[in-house]
Nanobody
Framework: QLQAYGGGLVQAGGSLRLSCTAS????????MAWFRQAPGKERQFVAA????????YYADSVKGRFTISRDNAKNAVYLQMNSLIPEDTALYFC??????????????????WGRGTLVTVSS
């Protein structure tokens, strides 16, 4: 299973680092991603990491502010969030898929999901 943690309350302009660890499953998924969901809104793609090509992908809204990284030795994926704004407030989820899918921003393609961690950015 996947478990996301590291959320919290932060002022606008601040930073948080989210972590996601895997247990009970082999950490060999080519695709690891972060999604977020604000109250009353659909789940939204944030960032993805493709292990086989060592490439990262970001939603336009977080590009330049967020960084996704992965540590296979620790069975973990991270999301460093800088220059946070109130619009980043949401429940953040990590997700995994064994084989990369070109439609990586669509949550329906992910096999594994962790419980979310709440990020609240105050203005």
């Amino acid at each position: 299973q996947l478990q996301a943690y590291g959320g919290g309350l932060v002022q606008a302009g601040g930073s948080l680092r989210l972590s996601c660890t895997a247990s009970g499953l082999t950490f060999n998924n080519d695709a690891m991603a972060w999604f977020r969901q604000a109250p009353g809104k659909e789940r939204q793609f944030v960032a993805a990491h493709r292990q086989s090509l060592r490439r990262t992908y970001y939603a336009d809204s977080v590009k330049g502010r967020f960084t996704i990284s992965r540590d296979n030795a620790k069975n973990a994926v991270y999301l460093q969030m800088n220059s946070l704004i109130p619009e980043d407030t949401a429940l953040y989820f990590c997700a995994a898929r064994t084989v990369w899918n070109v439609d990586f921003g669509n949550p329906i393609h992910y096999n594994y999901w962790g419980r979310g961690t709440l990020v609240t950015v105050s203005s």
